[in-house]
């Protein structure tokens, strides 16, 4: 395939996810002349293919130059399949090691970034189909799994499981292929048992029952000396 015959089918490409997702897209031709999350991917996918002959300065170029007019950053490193989306798109960043699989969309103000601490990946791998919510934060060399949401505003600082729905700050899982995480199924920080009351309780069980065999015996002997006296 030609770079020609490349970057024809990737725009193509992009163009009908747009259509498939913003129903505020109209046709072909706005989405073209302005929508800048695609203005930003078309000129990721120019900047990469000069990474990837190792031509780095010229991909920077690029990528910084799209940043300028489209307000979004996109390293040239990242990889990103086919189908991806950035709706609106301003304060967008994605990292060197970024890993964005096919059909994938993301909003305004997210960062898919690093935490400062590692080397190499550094940057998290998205599935297929994830959906990240504006303004949320992505950090570190983990997975995200196909099928994934993100909440507006989350903070992700590990792995989420494939078809979950992570949600706050740090991000945890609220949603399991659609279903409500119960709480009793899930360890609770607050409201774990008090082992020390747990014993208190079963010590005062115990002298509940040693009482009653007191009183028992107390009966007894009670007894005892009642019919020895009346003998």
């Not at 800048?36 to 000069?50: E, K, N, P, V």
């Not at 550094?122 to 189909?129: A, D, E, I, S």
């Not at 709480?183 to 082992?195: F, K, S």
Request: charged content about 25%; some cysteine; proline content about 4%.
């Amino acid at each position: 395939m030609t770079n020609f015959e490349y970057f024809k089918k990737q725009f193509a490409e992009e163009i009908e996810s747009v259509k498939r997702r913003d129903p505020a897209a109209r046709n072909t031709l706005e989405i073209v002349l302005t929508y800048s999350g695609l203005h930003a991917i078309l000129m990721y996918r120019i900047a990469h293919r000069f990474y990837l002959k190792k031509n780095f300065l010229v991909a920077r170029i690029i990528s910084q130059t799209a940043r300028f007019f489209t307000g979004i950053e996109i390293h040239p490193g990242a990889k990103i399949g086919k189908g991806f989306f950035i709706d609106h798109g301003s304060g967008v960043v994605i990292g060197e090691t970024t890993e964005i699989g096919d059909n994938c969309l993301i909003y305004q103000g997210v960062t898919l970034g690093g935490t400062g601490k590692d080397k190499g990946k550094r940057h998290p791998t998205l599935g297929n189909n994830v959906m990240v919510g504006s303004g949320a934060r992505v950090l570190g060399p983990f997975k995200v799994g196909d099928n994934a949401k993100i909440a507006a505003n989350a903070v992700v600082l590990k792995e989420v499981p494939p078809d979950c729905t992570a949600v706050g700050v740090p991000a945890k899982i609220v949603r399991r292929k659609g279903e409500k995480v119960h709480p009793d199924r899930e360890l609770d920080q607050i409201h774990i048992p008090d082992p020390v009351s747990q014993e208190l309780a079963r010590q005062l069980e115990r002298i509940k029952k040693l009482e009653k065999q007191v009183n028992k015996l107390e009966i007894s002997e009670l007894g005892k000396k009642y019919n020895t006296n009346k003998n």
